[in-house]
């Protein structure tokens, strides 16, 4: 049985990824009735440098905090891929593990990093925004993309409407987060292990960054994204896949 549709699919290279990037528009889509799904790609196993934290310890207290921060959000569900960190390549494996989740869940809208940023970069941030970026253009609705989705799982090809890019170097929407920043912080705090105890200063430094990217707006507090329409003339659809025994 297929998951309940989603309307936003949110893909984040690491735990905490998701919050600082759209945590603000997460929380205005929940609060407005919306269901959403974050996946987390990698565990998280190399995010600190105290070596009295061991790798496999530190995996337990990061999924622990990024459920802490999800349900500040209101998120609806939130999915763990696994993959080592600082080890996500674009590689097929991956890509059948993305293509798979947009087909299930069926979002208008899919989000995540976005690849092409230059020079201060993170490998796993640019790989999860390219991976991303190419199932929603291809993979999850195309038939011959990982075949064995629609004839051995039976899940049906889907085309996502938008998608929104955060880190983007060039930013083409700004979207309201003024009555939800809050919240957005209060999912950040909940990331001990990559920020440590919530401080006055990170609130302040947090809140500012959201007013100027809200500068040209008629809002006090925004997120700046790179906006993406999916949305071209459909190809030929085929038939429901065999039911699936």
């Known amino acids: 049985m297929l998951p309940e549709q989603a309307y936003a699919l949110i893909f984040a290279p690491h735990p905490d990824d998701a919050e600082g990037g ?3 528009t997460m929380v205005r889509w929940a609060r407005e009735g919306k269901a959403i799904v974050l996946v987390v790609c990698t565990n998280g196993d190399k995010g600190t440098n105290d070596p009295k934290i061991k790798p496999a310890d530190l995996i337990v207290m990061r999924e622990a905090e990024q459920r802490a921060a999800a349900a500040c959000m209101g998120v ?5 891929l696994g993959h080592p960190d600082q080890e996500l390549r674009d590689e097929p494996v991956f890509r059948r593990e993305v293509a798979r989740l947009i087909r299930q869940y069926r979002p208008e809208v899919v989000a995540t990093t976005d690849p092409g ?7 796993d941030h640019r ?3 390219r ?5 929603v253009s291809l993979y999850s609705h195309n038939l ?3 075949p064995e989705l629609y004839f051995e799982e039976g899940l049906e090809l889907h085309r996502t409407k938008e998608m929104l890019l955060w880190g983007a170097e060039e930013s083409n929407c700004c979207l309201d987060i003024t009555e939800t920043f809050d919240a957005k912080m209060a999912a950040l705090h909940c990331h001990v292990t990559q920020f440590g105890e919530p401080t006055p200063e990170r609130g302040k430094r947090m809140r500012e960054r959201s007013k100027q990217q809200a500068e040209k707006e008629n809002f006090e507090l925004g997120e700046s994204l790179h906006k993406v329409n999916m949305m071209g003339p459909p190809p030929p659809t085929p038939p429901p896949p065999p039911e699936q025994k």
């Open 117 to 123: 940023r230059r020079y201060m970069t993170h490998p």
């Open 131 to 135: 991976v991303v970026l190419d199932a």
């Open 22 to 24: 759209i945590g603000g």
């Open 127 to 129: 790989n999860t925004g």
């Open 76 to 80: 609806r569900e939130v999915i763990f």
């Open 144 to 146: 011959y993309a990982f």
